[in-house]
């Protein structure tokens, strides 16, 4: 089976493209999804231990969470340090799943995926991009988006360029749907072909 890893700085796509690979019959882990269900279940109390003002009816308020860190972005190895396993763990899972369906190829979306040594979990990594205007349009046209979350997001997350660089693949999602697609098709045929 071929793991491989789905990465992208905020606003370039990632997501539209990890829809594609699933919509393709590509069975996707996705990291983003994990952790907002985390925060409903396992996490809620390791959460709420460190960041007691983000429990609300039983669940970490997302919204809160992202305050504290933002006025205080040191925090978010604490986080983090509780965060990562339980992802793992379920990554792991998914993989074992996968292994007993006979599935020959699937994708990890991991959005830190260099900036945690992901990369060394998975056999081929695809880099979403696209240009810088493109991207903060896209990011700025978030709900409840400033410039300021994003300076924040963007200080967390490894340079698009030095990411391109390390990438097998490169989706570009600034060229339009159908170029996204064809791209995504592309990856998916040169590792069908390079596992034959």
């Not at 200080?155 to 170029?179: C, N, W, Y």
Request: charged share 30%.
């Amino acid at each position: 089976m071929i793991v491989l890893g789905l990465t992208g700085s905020i606003g370039t796509g990632k997501s539209t493209t990890a829809t594609m690979f699933h919509d393709l019959g590509v069975p996707v882990h996705d990291a983003d999804a994990t952790v907002h269900d985390l925060y409903r279940r396992e996490a809620v109390t390791p959460v709420a231990e460190r960041f007691p003002e983000s429990l609300k009816d039983g669940t970490i308020d997302r919204k809160v969470l992202s305050a504290i860190l933002s006025q205080a972005p040191e925090r978010f190895r604490e986080l983090e340090a509780v965060i990562h396993p339980l992802v793992r763990a379920r990554e792991m899972a998914f993989l074992e799943a996968e292994r007993k369906n006979g599935s020959a190829l699937v994708v990890l979306d991991i959005p830190l995926l260099y900036e945690t040594g992901g990369e060394q979990r998975v056999d081929k990594v695809v880099v979403v991009t696209c240009d810088a205007q493109t991207q903060r349009r896209r990011v700025l046209a978030r709900p409840g988006m400033t410039e300021e979350k994003f300076a924040l997001i963007l200080s967390r997350q490894m340079p698009d360029v030095e990411k391109r660089k390390r990438a097998d693949f490169i989706v570009h999602t600034d060229e339009g749907l159908e170029a996204a697609r064809k791209q995504v098709e592309e990856v998916i045929e040169t590792l069908k072909q390079g596992r034959d």
